[in-house]
């Protein structure tokens, strides 16, 4: 199936919202963030928006595994955007084998047959969603030991996409009620909510209003979420949490943080 020109268009200004936020502080993507900031909040899509996207190569073999294999459009489309970084019904379309050639191919030259077989592990129950790169493939690679500073549950909490409810709004910034990822010595889990401050990109100023769910990448709101976007992310988000806790012998995170 052909890519929809218009759904491309908006699949790479929602990808720009996702991205941006690691991309800023360092962690994915080109040198350039101010780049791709103008891209976010000029609303420009043209050309070189989409070869900044494919220089992300984190979220990248995701995109194109996804359009291969489903079929519903190109990379950037709505829906395969939307099924890496907040999850839909095409997760659940990809085969075990499509996902772990994609994920030897990039990964198994980058980080050894040690590393790679303890990623592996994670390939039969893994699927196509960011929070399989934050609790599975980021651990492992190293990022949050060695190549950046700061403690590792932070920096898994902020890295995944989650999700709150506005409480209040001031300015350029909202207070968001949501959930901590918390780490027991032995698994990850949802907190109790608590308020968090988060900026508001410029495209999504005056559209928010108190009780709304967003959700969130490190300290910006990416997008407003309805109850379908917002069922999704929750139910991918414990999918992958259920894989890295109870289904992994090797998981990532009890490497980092135990």
């Known amino acids: 199936m052909r890519s929809d020109p218009a759904s491309d268009l908006s699949g790479l200004q929602l990808f720009a919202r996702y991205a941006y936020p690691p991309n800023q502080r360092g962690y994915c993507g080109p040198d350039d963030h101010l780049a791709l900031l103008h891209y976010r909040d000029s609303g420009v899509t043209d050309p070189g928006l989409a070869d900044l996207a494919r220089s992300f190569h984190g979220p990248w073999p995701y995109l194109k595994m996804l359009a291969e294999r489903t079929g519903v459009g190109g990379p950037f489309s709505k829906s395969v955007v939307e099924a890496y970084w907040v999850g839909n019904e095409l997760l659940d379309s990809v085969g075990t084998n499509d ?77 968001v009620e949501s959930q901590p990822l918390e780490w027991d010595e032995r698994r990850l889990f949802l907190g109790p909510p608590r308020p968090e401050i988060v900026t508001i990109p410029e495209g999504l100023f005056g559209q928010l209003n108190e009780g709304d769910d967003v959700s969130m990448h490190w300290s910006w709101i990416c997008d407003r979420l309805d109850r379908r976007q917002l069922g999704h992310l929750q139910r991918f988000s414990a999918r992958q949490l259920k894989l890295t806790n109870d289904d992994l012998a090797h998981p990532g995170p009890a490497h980092v943080l135990g």
Do not use: K
């Not at 994920?103 to 030259?109: A, D, G």
């Not at 609790?135 to 690679?141: H, R």
């Not at 898994?156 to 409480?167: E, H, I, N, P």
């Open 99 to 175: 996902f772990g050639n994609a994920i030897e191919e990039r990964f198994l030259p980058r980080v050894g047959g040690p590393v790679w077989r303890r990623m592996a592990e994670a390939i039969p129950g893994g699927f196509p969603h960011h929070s399989f790169h934050v609790f599975v493939t980021y651990p492992w690679v190293g990022l949050l030991t060695e190549t950046h500073r700061g403690e590792p549950l932070e920096i898994l909490d902020q890295c995944r996409v989650r999700w709150g409810t506005v409480a209040s709004l001031q300015g350029a910034e909202a207070v």
